[in-house]
C-alpha cells in the first residue's frame, strides 16, 4: 500500500504532509516555495511508494469557494498533467490553519514560533491528512 500526500497550497508557499505506509499517522514533510512543489513530488515520488495526493480545497465557511480556488484549482491541473499515473482527491481544508495555530499554542510554542508561516502550512497538511486517515480507517 502506498502513502498519502497532502498538499495545502498556497500563492507562496505550500504545506505538504505524509503517511506512514500503513496509513495510520500523518506526519510533516516540508513546506516548500509553490512553484517548487510538482518537481519535488516528481522526485519525492521516485523513491517513496506514492498512491494518492490529497488535496486542501479552500472554502469559506458558508461553504462557497475562497479567493484561493482559482489557484488550487490551476495547480491541481498541472500536478495531473505532471504525474497523471497518481490519483488527486479534493478534501475540505477549512478549519486547518485555525486548528494549526491552536495545535501550536497548547505544545507551548512562542509567540515568534506561531508566527512561522511555513510551519502552519506543514501542520496544517499534517492535520488535513490525520483527518482523512481518521475518516478512511472508520469505514474500513
Do not use: C
Not at 60 to 68: H, T
Not at 95 to 102: D, G, I, K
Not at 107 to 126: C, H, I, P, Q, Y
Amino acid at each position: 500500500m502506498g502513502r498519502i500526500v497532502a498538499i495545502d497550497y498556497g500563492k507562496k508557499r505550500t504545506g505538504l504532509a505524509v503517511s506512514d505506509p500503513m496509513r495510520l499517522i500523518a506526519g510533516g514533510l516540508t513546506t516548500l516555495p509553490s512553484h517548487t512543489v510538482i518537481a519535488f513530488l516528481k522526485q519525492y515520488i521516485l523513491e517513496n511508494e506514492v498512491d494518492l495526493f490529497l488535496l486542501g480545497e479552500p472554502r469559506q465557511m458558508d461553504y462557497q469557494p475562497s479567493e484561493n480556488m482559482g489557484s488550487v484549482l490551476k495547480f491541481k491541473q498541472q500536478l495531473q498533467q505532471s504525474i497523471p499515473n497518481i490519483e488527486i482527491k479534493m478534501v475540505d481544508e477549512r478549519f486547518t490553519s485555525v486548528l494549526a495555530h491552536q495545535t501550536m499554542l497548547m505544545g507551548g510554542l512562542k509567540k515568534k514560533d506561531r508566527r512561522n508561516k511555513a510551519m502552519v502550512d506543514e501542520l496544517s497538511a499534517t492535520i488535513l491528512l490525520q483527518s482523512y486517515l481518521e475518516t478512511i480507517s472508520i469505514s474500513i
